[in-house]
């Protein structure tokens, strides 16, 4: 079975800190894709990333970046010089492609909190 | 705008009282479904449908029931609500297949008292 693990409940930092979001998954299948969405206060769910199993090019997006490592089954997320907008709830999820896909099984979350 | 609808986005009911949060999208997605979020546990799907008239059950699917006469809606049905049911819900919508993103409502707030 598919499994996400974000073992980080809560992160306090002062701004301008770096911080990292952990993420671990377990799954059996060989293609499968991971995701990072942002739930800021006002609760909605904002996408930020997707990366495909054969993909484990790091990649950066201004402020975020984002290391995938298959030797781990991580899929970590840093924020570098976190800023209060920052602030949200961060879930790391993970889809199979089997069967045209019918899950996104998501982590826990992690609260994430800059202050000023 | 591409979105997804729904509705209420805030309701307060009493147990046993039967109530539908409503799901509209607009993308012409085959795929769609239900997540409840609950602090500690993330969001767990409740049921998804991947087209018309073909629904199934995600991981907590007791107390609910669904939908999909219509490819853009997909309600949820709550038949006799209780406590337990008391969260946040959030419909999405997407193409199939694993690579594509989930588009996401703005979330119902449901307290059953």
């Known amino acids: 079975a598919q499994k996400v693990t974000q073992a980080q409940t809560e992160i306090s930092v002062v701004e301008k800190e770096d911080v990292t979001l952990d993420c671990v998954y377990e799954?059996?299948?060989?293609?499968?894709?991971l995701f990072w969405y942002k739930q800021p206060p006002s609760g909605e769910l904002v996408f930020l990333i997707r990366r495909n199993s054969f993909d484990e090019q790091n990649e950066i997006s201004g402020r975020y970046s984002w290391n995938f490592q298959k030797s781990t089954s991580s899929f970590n997320f840093t924020i570098t010089a976190s800023q209060v907008v920052d602030s949200a709830v961060y879930f790391c999820?993970?889809?199979?492609?089997?069967?045209?896909?019918?899950?996104?099984?998501f982590g826990q979350g992690t609260r994430l909190t800059i202050n000023p | 705008e591409a979105q997804v609808t729904q509705n209420p986005r805030y309701l307060i009911t009493v147990t046993g009282k039967k109530l539908t949060v409503t799901c509209s999208q607009n993308?012409?997605?085959?795929?769609m479904s239900w997540y409840r979020q609950d602090p500690g546990l993330g969001l767990r799907q409740i049921y998804y449908s991947m087209n018309v008239e073909v629904t199934d059950k995600g991981d907590v699917p007791e107390g609910y029931k669904v939908s999909r006469k219509e490819k853009r809606n997909f309600p949820l049905i709550l038949e006799s609500p209780s406590p337990n049911q008391t969260s946040l819900y959030f419909c999405?919508?997407?193409?199939?297949?694993?690579?594509?993103?989930?588009?996401f409502g703005a979330g119902s707030r449901l307290t059953v008292l």
């Open positions: 993308m012409n997605h085959e795929y």
């Open positions: 799954t059996r299948d060989t293609t499968y894709y």
């Open positions: 999405a919508s997407k193409w199939n297949s694993g690579a594509n993103v989930l588009t």
């Open positions: 999820a993970l889809s199979d492609d089997a069967r045209g896909a019918q899950k996104l099984v």
